[in-house]
């Protein structure tokens, strides 16, 4: 495998899994031309009449597809740890001694460490989406036959549209749908709020199979996939463990150092003069994130301020917000409790949104660049302001990319992390993976104080006389290591064997993630 | 050397442990150092783990041992403690100490009469708690080696404190300790008092006698480490015999900056419940406020344990405030600024104040014996208030030092 420098400076394959790759250029640097990817061809006389598309299981809907060996499968997540249809067609898959596959799910979750066995017995190739858990561990060992493509959820929808990733068939978990095909996700016993993360999907592949545990009378009314996209329906008794569909990072964190950081980034955002009427800001799930939000709120309610949109990763208190007329708007990206989908259902300015408004870069515009401040989490963040996120210092793969690539975008982009996690530092000399280029990062809040970006003069001009300790980020590595008793090591790795590559929104190569040596 | 027994452990273990460590040492005749060592933070420390192990090793002169350390990300103060403590366990005559360098952060003393409104409980053998404490910027962190220590685990606490006193910045906290009950604490001084500690807290207290016997010890190892910093000492009234004796045992040493009242245990000697209200306390309450003030010290009032009612703490800070205490007990970090929030002066109290403090500015200067606020004449005692009020508002920033131009 021939790698090469990048203008990060990181060492990128130029080929990968037989395509070719181009390595990263800078930001906004890269700009593909020529025409999107289109689909095939259909003709509305090639399906029934009366509507109904059903067919009598998932083997059958595979095989009605053409389903064969090297072909590409997507899926989605927004069943998170709950999904047991992704596991349930890997096991027809393997049932039809099919062989090759690509899985290009929009995540992954522990729950599918399922498929290990596929990845093992050749069933499936490799994954092109984020490999979490027992996954990240199996493809960091080395052991995946192809290698893994990491990338945001923008960067998906981005792949797809310059067909750079042609899906051949897509399967769509749907909680609700009618026997046309038109589906939601925000009602039926397996609710999970959004599926947007499906649109692309649905409008891309040559085949789209809806599976759906609450098949409705058409219409399905109101639809988030339509039924003209797609080919077959089954449904089947359930979609898995609707205890575990919605996110289990919903419940705001007791830990006082998260709390303490939570609360810097509002008073930062306050302070900053961030926080006036008609702003707007993105803070996903996550126990510092809901914290964050409380925080929020009160300021805004003290200084009377009214937000005009919020982005989500839509929860409770961000519904509180837009019940209690913080926002006018909740432009949602997924739903991550049962209170965020029932709002979707029953008020208007709960809005649904999907990677093509969001986070399109391909898009004439998108909204994630509209925003004023997005909050976001990283595993690592470096003295130059790059950050990682999906994996740990020890090599490992353990998170995906999700959103976050995307919303580097905003106005003023702020990494809510400890500075150390037990004994391991989080501010460090450099990445382990690079996933956001420093440039985008402004501002990093940590529970010892904040380190603005030296490029944002503004910023540290407007906090000159917080309360909240300004740090030098060189400085807090500084404390960190002492803390933990000298710069960590870095994980040993196998330079020779990249068994994962990070893109950048705009489908470069961003880094390579290589294979741990225990 | 070589105790009676060959095998011993210490430290903790589980799924469910974080910043922490195990350690097992099983002595053995020949075979030289071996260690297995499971760490979280293996790829990033491993080999500065093992240097360390090995170094201790040495010191304590174990040549033929099998060491197990399961290891959560324990910093190396922790890690220090735990081994040291597995040593101990098989040789519990030793005298030799493994001891970390001071870092130069917490070289500071404080003062008999530094402002104390806040300080922060911190359980002995809880190490996880201990870092970051100091970033919520209580006036002091207290290690707890009395009641929120298991028995079984005292050994483990009085080294964890020790090294944590050393390696762990308090960021200008005032650094306390709680000792245990007399004489049992006598024993926790000599892990204490070289290792810069700037207040000890006596719990329990119900004698002059007990703070004497404290004091000789302190002055004894003070004298033996060559310990120069201040050491002050707040005893902390949990009976009704402690309550009637308050002013006694206020008065028992100069070194006294404080008394805390501790109403869980006060309660339960009186036989009654404690209550939001406070009405069965009000006594050993005023007691001690009268008790404190009459020997020129600090009343601080007791902890208010529902860490989810912050509003329940700030009335319970207010009515404190309105009974003479100018400090509380913290359980938990988001307590503080709330209690700091609480004891700070209103705007009100700071006018009055400023304008009393201006006043006597006033007379002093044209040398009269009396002071005057429009008709009203001012009582010594009441300027003397109206001094601690702007003195608390410069250290709250109500007010900046140079409000007098302003």
Redesign the interface.
């Known amino acids: 495998m021939k790698l090469v420098k990048n203008a990060a400076g990181r060492l990128v394959p130029t080929e990968v899994n037989g395509q070719q790759q181009i390595p990263f250029q800078g930001i906004n640097k890269y700009k593909p031309s020529g025409n999107k990817a289109k689909p095939p061809i259909r003709s509305c006389i090639d399906y029934p009449k009366d509507g109904n598309k059903v067919v009598k299981d998932l083997k059958t809907a595979l095989k009605k597809a053409g389903l064969k060996d090297g072909m590409t499968i997507s899926t989605h997540h927004h069943l998170r740890n709950g999904d047991a249809v992704t596991n349930m067609l890997f096991d027809v898959v393997k049932e039809m001694g099919v062989k090759n596959i690509h899985w290009f799910p929009s995540a992954s979750f522990p729950v599918h460490s399922h498929l290990i066995k596929y990845l093992e017995d050749g069933t499936i190739h490799h994954i092109e989406g984020s490999m979490n858990g027992p996954l990240g561990k199996f493809t960091s060992e080395g052991k995946m036959k192809g290698v893994g493509v990491l990338r945001s959820h923008g960067g998906r929808y981005q792949s797809i549209q310059d067909g750079e990733v042609h899906i051949d068939i897509a399967v769509i978990a749907a909680p609700t749908s009618d026997p046309f095909g038109n589906a939601t996700g925000d009602r039926g016993k397996s609710a999970c709020g959004l599926i947007g993360f499906a649109l692309g999907d649905s409008e891309y592949a040559n085949r789209v199979i809806v599976v759906t545990d609450n098949l409705v009378h058409f219409p399905c009314v109101p639809w988030q996939i339509q039924g003209n996209n797609v080919d077959y329906v089954v449904e089947v008794e359930s979609l898995g463990d609707p205890t575990k569909i919605v996110s289990g990072t919903t419940e705001v964190t007791k830990s006082p150092d998260r709390l303490l950081i939570a609360e810097y980034v509002a008073q930062f955002l306050d302070e900053a003069g961030i926080m006036k009427n008609g702003f707007s800001f993105q803070a996903g799930a996550g126990g510092t994130a809901l914290a964050f939000a409380i925080f929020l709120k009160e300021r805004m309610k003290k200084k009377n301020v009214k937000a005009r949109f919020i982005r989500g990763g839509s929860t409770k208190y961000l519904v509180q917000m837009l019940e209690d007329g913080l926002t006018d708007y909740i432009l949602d990206g997924q739903t991550f409790d049962l209170e965020g989908v029932r709002s979707m259902r029953e008020n208007d300015g709960h809005v649904n949104t999907s990677p093509f408004t969001s986070y399109n870069f391909h898009g004439k515009g998108n909204f994630a660049s509209m925003v004023d401040a997005a909050i976001l989490g990283a595993t690592e963040v470096d003295i130059n302001f790059n950050a990682n996120v999906v994996t740990h210092s020890d090599g490992y793969l353990l998170h995906g990319i999700g959103g976050w690539q995307n919303c580097l975008y905003s106005k003023c982009t702020i990494l809510a992390i400890p500075s150390f996690r037990d004994r391991i530092p989080v501010i460090v000399d450099e990445v382990t993976t690079l996933c956001g280029p420093g440039e985008l990062i402004d501002v990093i809040a940590t529970e010892r104080g904040l380190c603005i970006n030296p490029k944002r003069k503004d910023l540290l001009k407007a906090m000159k006389n917080s309360s909240i300790p300004i740090l030098d980020i060189k400085d807090l590595k500084k404390q960190v290591d002492e803390i933990c008793g000298g710069a960590p090591a870095k994980p040993k790795v196998n330079k020779e064997k990249v068994v994962a590559i990070i893109k950048w929104v705009d489908g470069t190569v961003l880094d390579s993630v290589f294979q741990v040596v225990k | 050397m070589r105790g009676r027994n060959t095998n011993s452990s210490a430290g903790k273990r589980g799924d469910s442990v974080?910043?922490d460590c195990y350690f097992e040492i099983e002595l053995k005749n020949s075979g030289g150092v071996k260690l297995e060592i499971k760490s979280?933070?293996?790829?990033?420390?491993?080999?500065?783990i093992k240097e360390m192990i090995l170094d201790m090793s040495k010191f304590f002169g174990l040549k033929d041992a099998i060491i197990l350390c399961e290891d959560?990300?324990?910093?190396?103060f922790v890690m220090a403690a735990r081994f040291e403590l597995a040593v101990k366990r098989l040789f519990p005559q030793t005298k030799k100490e493994y001891l970390l360098p001071i870092?130069e952060q917490n070289l500071y003393s404080t003062k008999k009469d530094q402002l104390r409104r806040s300080r922060l409980y911190l359980p002995g053998n809880e190490p996880?708690f201990f870092?970051?404490a100091g970033?919520?910027s209580p006036d002091g962190i207290i290690l707890d080696l009395e009641d929120s220590v298991a028995p079984t685990e005292k050994d483990a606490a009085q080294l964890l404190v020790r090294n944590a006193l050393r390696s762990v910045?308090f960021y200008n906290a005032e650094r306390m300790v709680r000792i245990n009950q007399l004489p049992k604490g006598l024993d926790d001084l000599k892990y204490i008092i070289p290792h810069n500690v700037n207040v000890i807290l006596v719990p329990k207290c119900e004698s002059a006698e007990q703070i004497h016997q404290l004091e000789k010890e302190v002055e004894k190892l003070k004298k033996q480490h060559k310990v120069k910093n201040p050491i002050y000492f707040m005893p902390i009234i949990e009976s009704a015999l402690g309550v009637i004796k308050s002013y006694e045992i206020a008065t028992a040493s100069k070194n006294n900056c404080a008394l805390a009242i501790g109403l869980e245990d006060y309660t339960a000697d009186i036989g009654t419940q404690r209550t939001n209200e406070g009405r069965e306390s009000i006594f050993a309450r005023q007691m001690l406020v009268n008790a404190a003030k009459a020997a020129g010290i600090q009343a601080i009032d007791t902890v208010f344990s529902d860490t989810s009612d912050m509003e329940g703490l700030r009335q319970s800070v207010l009515e404190a405030k309105s009974l003479g205490f100018e400090g509380k007990g913290c359980i938990?970090?988001?307590q503080i600024q709330v209690v700091h929030e609480a004891f700070a002066p209103t705007t009100e109290e700071i006018e009055k104040a400023k304008k009393i403090v201006l006043a006597f500015e006033e007379a002093e200067k044209k040398g009269l014996g009396v002071v005057s606020l429009g008709s009203k004449m001012i009582d010594p005692p009441v300027v003397k208030r109206a001094q601690r009020t702007i003195n608390l508002a410069m250290m709250n920033n109500q007010i900046s030092r140079d409000w007098r131009k302003q």
Do not use: C, Q, T, W
């Open positions: 974080r910043s979280k933070v293996e790829s990033m420390y491993g080999e500065s959560y990300g324990a910093l190396p870092i996880k870092v970051n970033l919520h910045d938990h970090p988001r």
